[in-house]
């Protein structure tokens, strides 16, 4: 079983940036499809971007590019979010997401994942 861990997140003012991480416990992100999910209460979770670690592929919702990337850092250990121009309708709870293999489904579908963290609060203030 997968275990993920994000950290990273806080509050920030409109404008703002703050980066995001997800471990495994005890795994390396080798061939997963990893993902970036985000939730307000009464919504459904939102795909943000996913990227396939062994290369190739990287997707974003079009309400973040230019503004967030995702990428692998510490030799595939660490899934990261960075998060530039935050606007306060990007506060919500975010994820991270895991699934073996090529993303081979909707990447940003949060019933392609079935490891899940437990989310870390992002808040922004106008």
């Known amino acids: 079983q997968v275990q993920l861990v994000e950290s990273g997140g806080g509050s920030v003012q409109a404008g703002g940036s703050l980066r995001l991480s997800c471990t495994a416990s005890?795994?390396?992100?080798?061939?997963?499809?990893l993902g970036w999910f985000r939730q307000v209460p009464g919504k459904e979770r939102e795909g943000v971007a996913a990227?396939?670690?062994?290369?190739?592929?990287?997707i974003y919702a079009d309400s973040v590019k230019g503004r967030f990337t995702i990428s692998l850092e510490n030799a595939k250990n660490t899934l990261s979010l960075q998060m530039n121009s935050l606007q306060p309708e990007d506060t919500a709870m975010y994820y991270c997401?895991?699934?073996?293999?090529?993303?081979?489904?909707?990447?940003?579908?949060?019933?392609?994942?079935?490891?899940w963290g437990q989310g870390t609060q992002v808040t922004v203030s106008s």
């Open positions: 997401a895991a699934a073996s293999g090529y993303c081979a489904g909707p990447s940003l579908w949060q019933y392609s994942y079935p490891y």
């Open positions: 005890g795994y390396t992100f080798d061939r997963y499809c």
């Open positions: 990227i396939y670690t062994g290369g190739g592929y990287i």
